[in-house]
């Protein structure tokens, strides 16, 4: 069975710092990884996907995100944070077929300190 | 494009009473997904159809839910009654590779 595990409930930083988010996934096969951002009373974002190739991905707002089959991760990052940074944010590993159900983590709450 | 549309934004209701939840997915998506999210349990995939058939159900709670989608611009999800451990956030999300989610913003439902 997949699974995906976000080990910090809840992290905070000041802004400008540099974001690590800790995801780390169990999955039979090849996974298809993402993250996903939500802001408050909105729907979940699509930030970044990893399918194949290149395991340094780069996604929208700043983000990107590096997958290590060795570690089972698939960490997120950002060199500078900004307050507009500031929601929860979710890790889902699924697989390649068409349709298939997508596993989320128990989300990362992102506090931004001026 | 105006994205995945959902209505109502906010219900209140009160058990045993019937609420009926609304989505319109993405043009030209064919797949669709009813998520139910709350802090317990984060969130849970209840229902997805491909091309308007539900393929996948196993995530529904019980009868007391049921899901239909009748075109392909249309999609709803019932409870019936509805109970207090109902009250959650309910997202549709609809996709044309099967593999993104695009997301709605959401309906938070309050049973009373």
């Known amino acids: 069975a997949q699974s995906v595990t976000q080990p910090d409930i809840h992290i905070t930083v000041s802004e400008g710092a540099s974001l690590e988010l800790r995801c780390n996934y169990s999955y039979g096969a090849t996974p298809y990884l993402f993250w996903y951002v939500q802001s408050p009373g909105q729907g979940l974002q699509l930030l970044l996907k990893?399918?194949?190739?290149?395991?340094l991905v780069q996604g929208i707002k700043g983000f990107e995100a590096e997958f290590k089959r060795s570690q089972s991760s698939f960490n997120l990052r950002k060199p500078s944070v900004h307050w507009s940074d500031a929601a929860e944010y979710f890790c889902a590993v699924g697989a390649e077929t068409s349709g298939s159900r997508l596993t989320f983590g128990e989300g990362t709450q992102l506090t931004v300190n001026p | 494009d105006a994205g995945v549309i959902q209505s109502p934004r906010h219900e209140v209701t009160e058990m045993g009473q019937e609420v009926t939840l609304r989505c319109k997915p993405i043009?030209?998506?064919?797949?669709l997904f009813w998520y139910r999210q709350t802090m317990m349990r984060g969130l849970e995939l209840l229902i997805y159809f491909n091309n308007n058939v539900p393929i996948d159900d196993s995530g529904m709670p019980e009868d007391r839910f049921s899901a239909k989608m009748p075109n392909a611009s249309f999609s709803t999800l019932k409870i019936q009654p509805s109970e207090p451990r109902d009250s959650a956030v309910y997202f549709c999300a609809s996709s044309l590779t099967g593999t993104d989610r695009y997301f709605g913003p959401g309906t938070r439902l309050t049973v009373t």
């Open positions: 043009s030209g998506h064919n797949s």
């Open positions: 990893y399918f194949s190739g290149d395991t």
